[in-house]
Nanobody, 127 residues
Framework: QLQLVESGGALVQPGGSLRLSCTGSGSILDYYAIGWFRQAPGKEREGVSCISSSGRYTKYGDSVKGRFTISRDDAYNTVYLQMTSLKVEDTAIYYC????????????????????WGQGTQVTVSS
């Protein structure tokens, strides 16, 4: 059974940067496509980014395009979300999620496609 743990959330000033990590245990993460989602208070969960199991396909939400970068290091069973030029509106709990996917598969930002979820990590952007 795959388990996911997010880390790296913090309080940061607008314009700052953070790197979130999503580390898997119980299974080899490179069998899975990974997505990052976020949910702010009073708002629906939003897809942020996703990466295929091969790492060759990535996708970003319009609100983070050009500022966030997703990557994976299967040697460490970890997927990263590098966040730069952070804005107040990026404040949310960030979750990573996984679903089994063949090497030729892509990834989606549809939360219903994902079977495994982490507990989330809080990102607060404030001056």
């Amino acid at each position: 059974q795959l388990q996911l743990v997010e880390s790296g959330g913090a309080l940061v000033q607008p314009g700052g940067s953070l790197r979130l990590s999503c580390t898997g245990s119980g299974s080899i993460l490179d069998y899975y496509a990974i997505g990052w989602f976020r949910q702010a208070p009073g708002k629906e969960r939003e897809g942020v980014s996703c990466i295929s199991s091969s790492g060759r396909y990535t996708k970003y939400g319009d609100s983070v395009k050009g500022r966030f970068t997703i990557s994976r290091d299967d040697a460490y069973n970890t997927v990263y979300l590098q966040m730069t030029s952070l804005k107040v509106e990026d404040t949310a709990i960030y979750y990573c999620a996984a679903h089994r996917s063949p090497p030729t598969g892509r990834a989606t930002m549809t939360s219903g496609d994902y079977d495994y979820w982490g507990q989330g990590t809080q990102v607060t952007v404030s001056s």
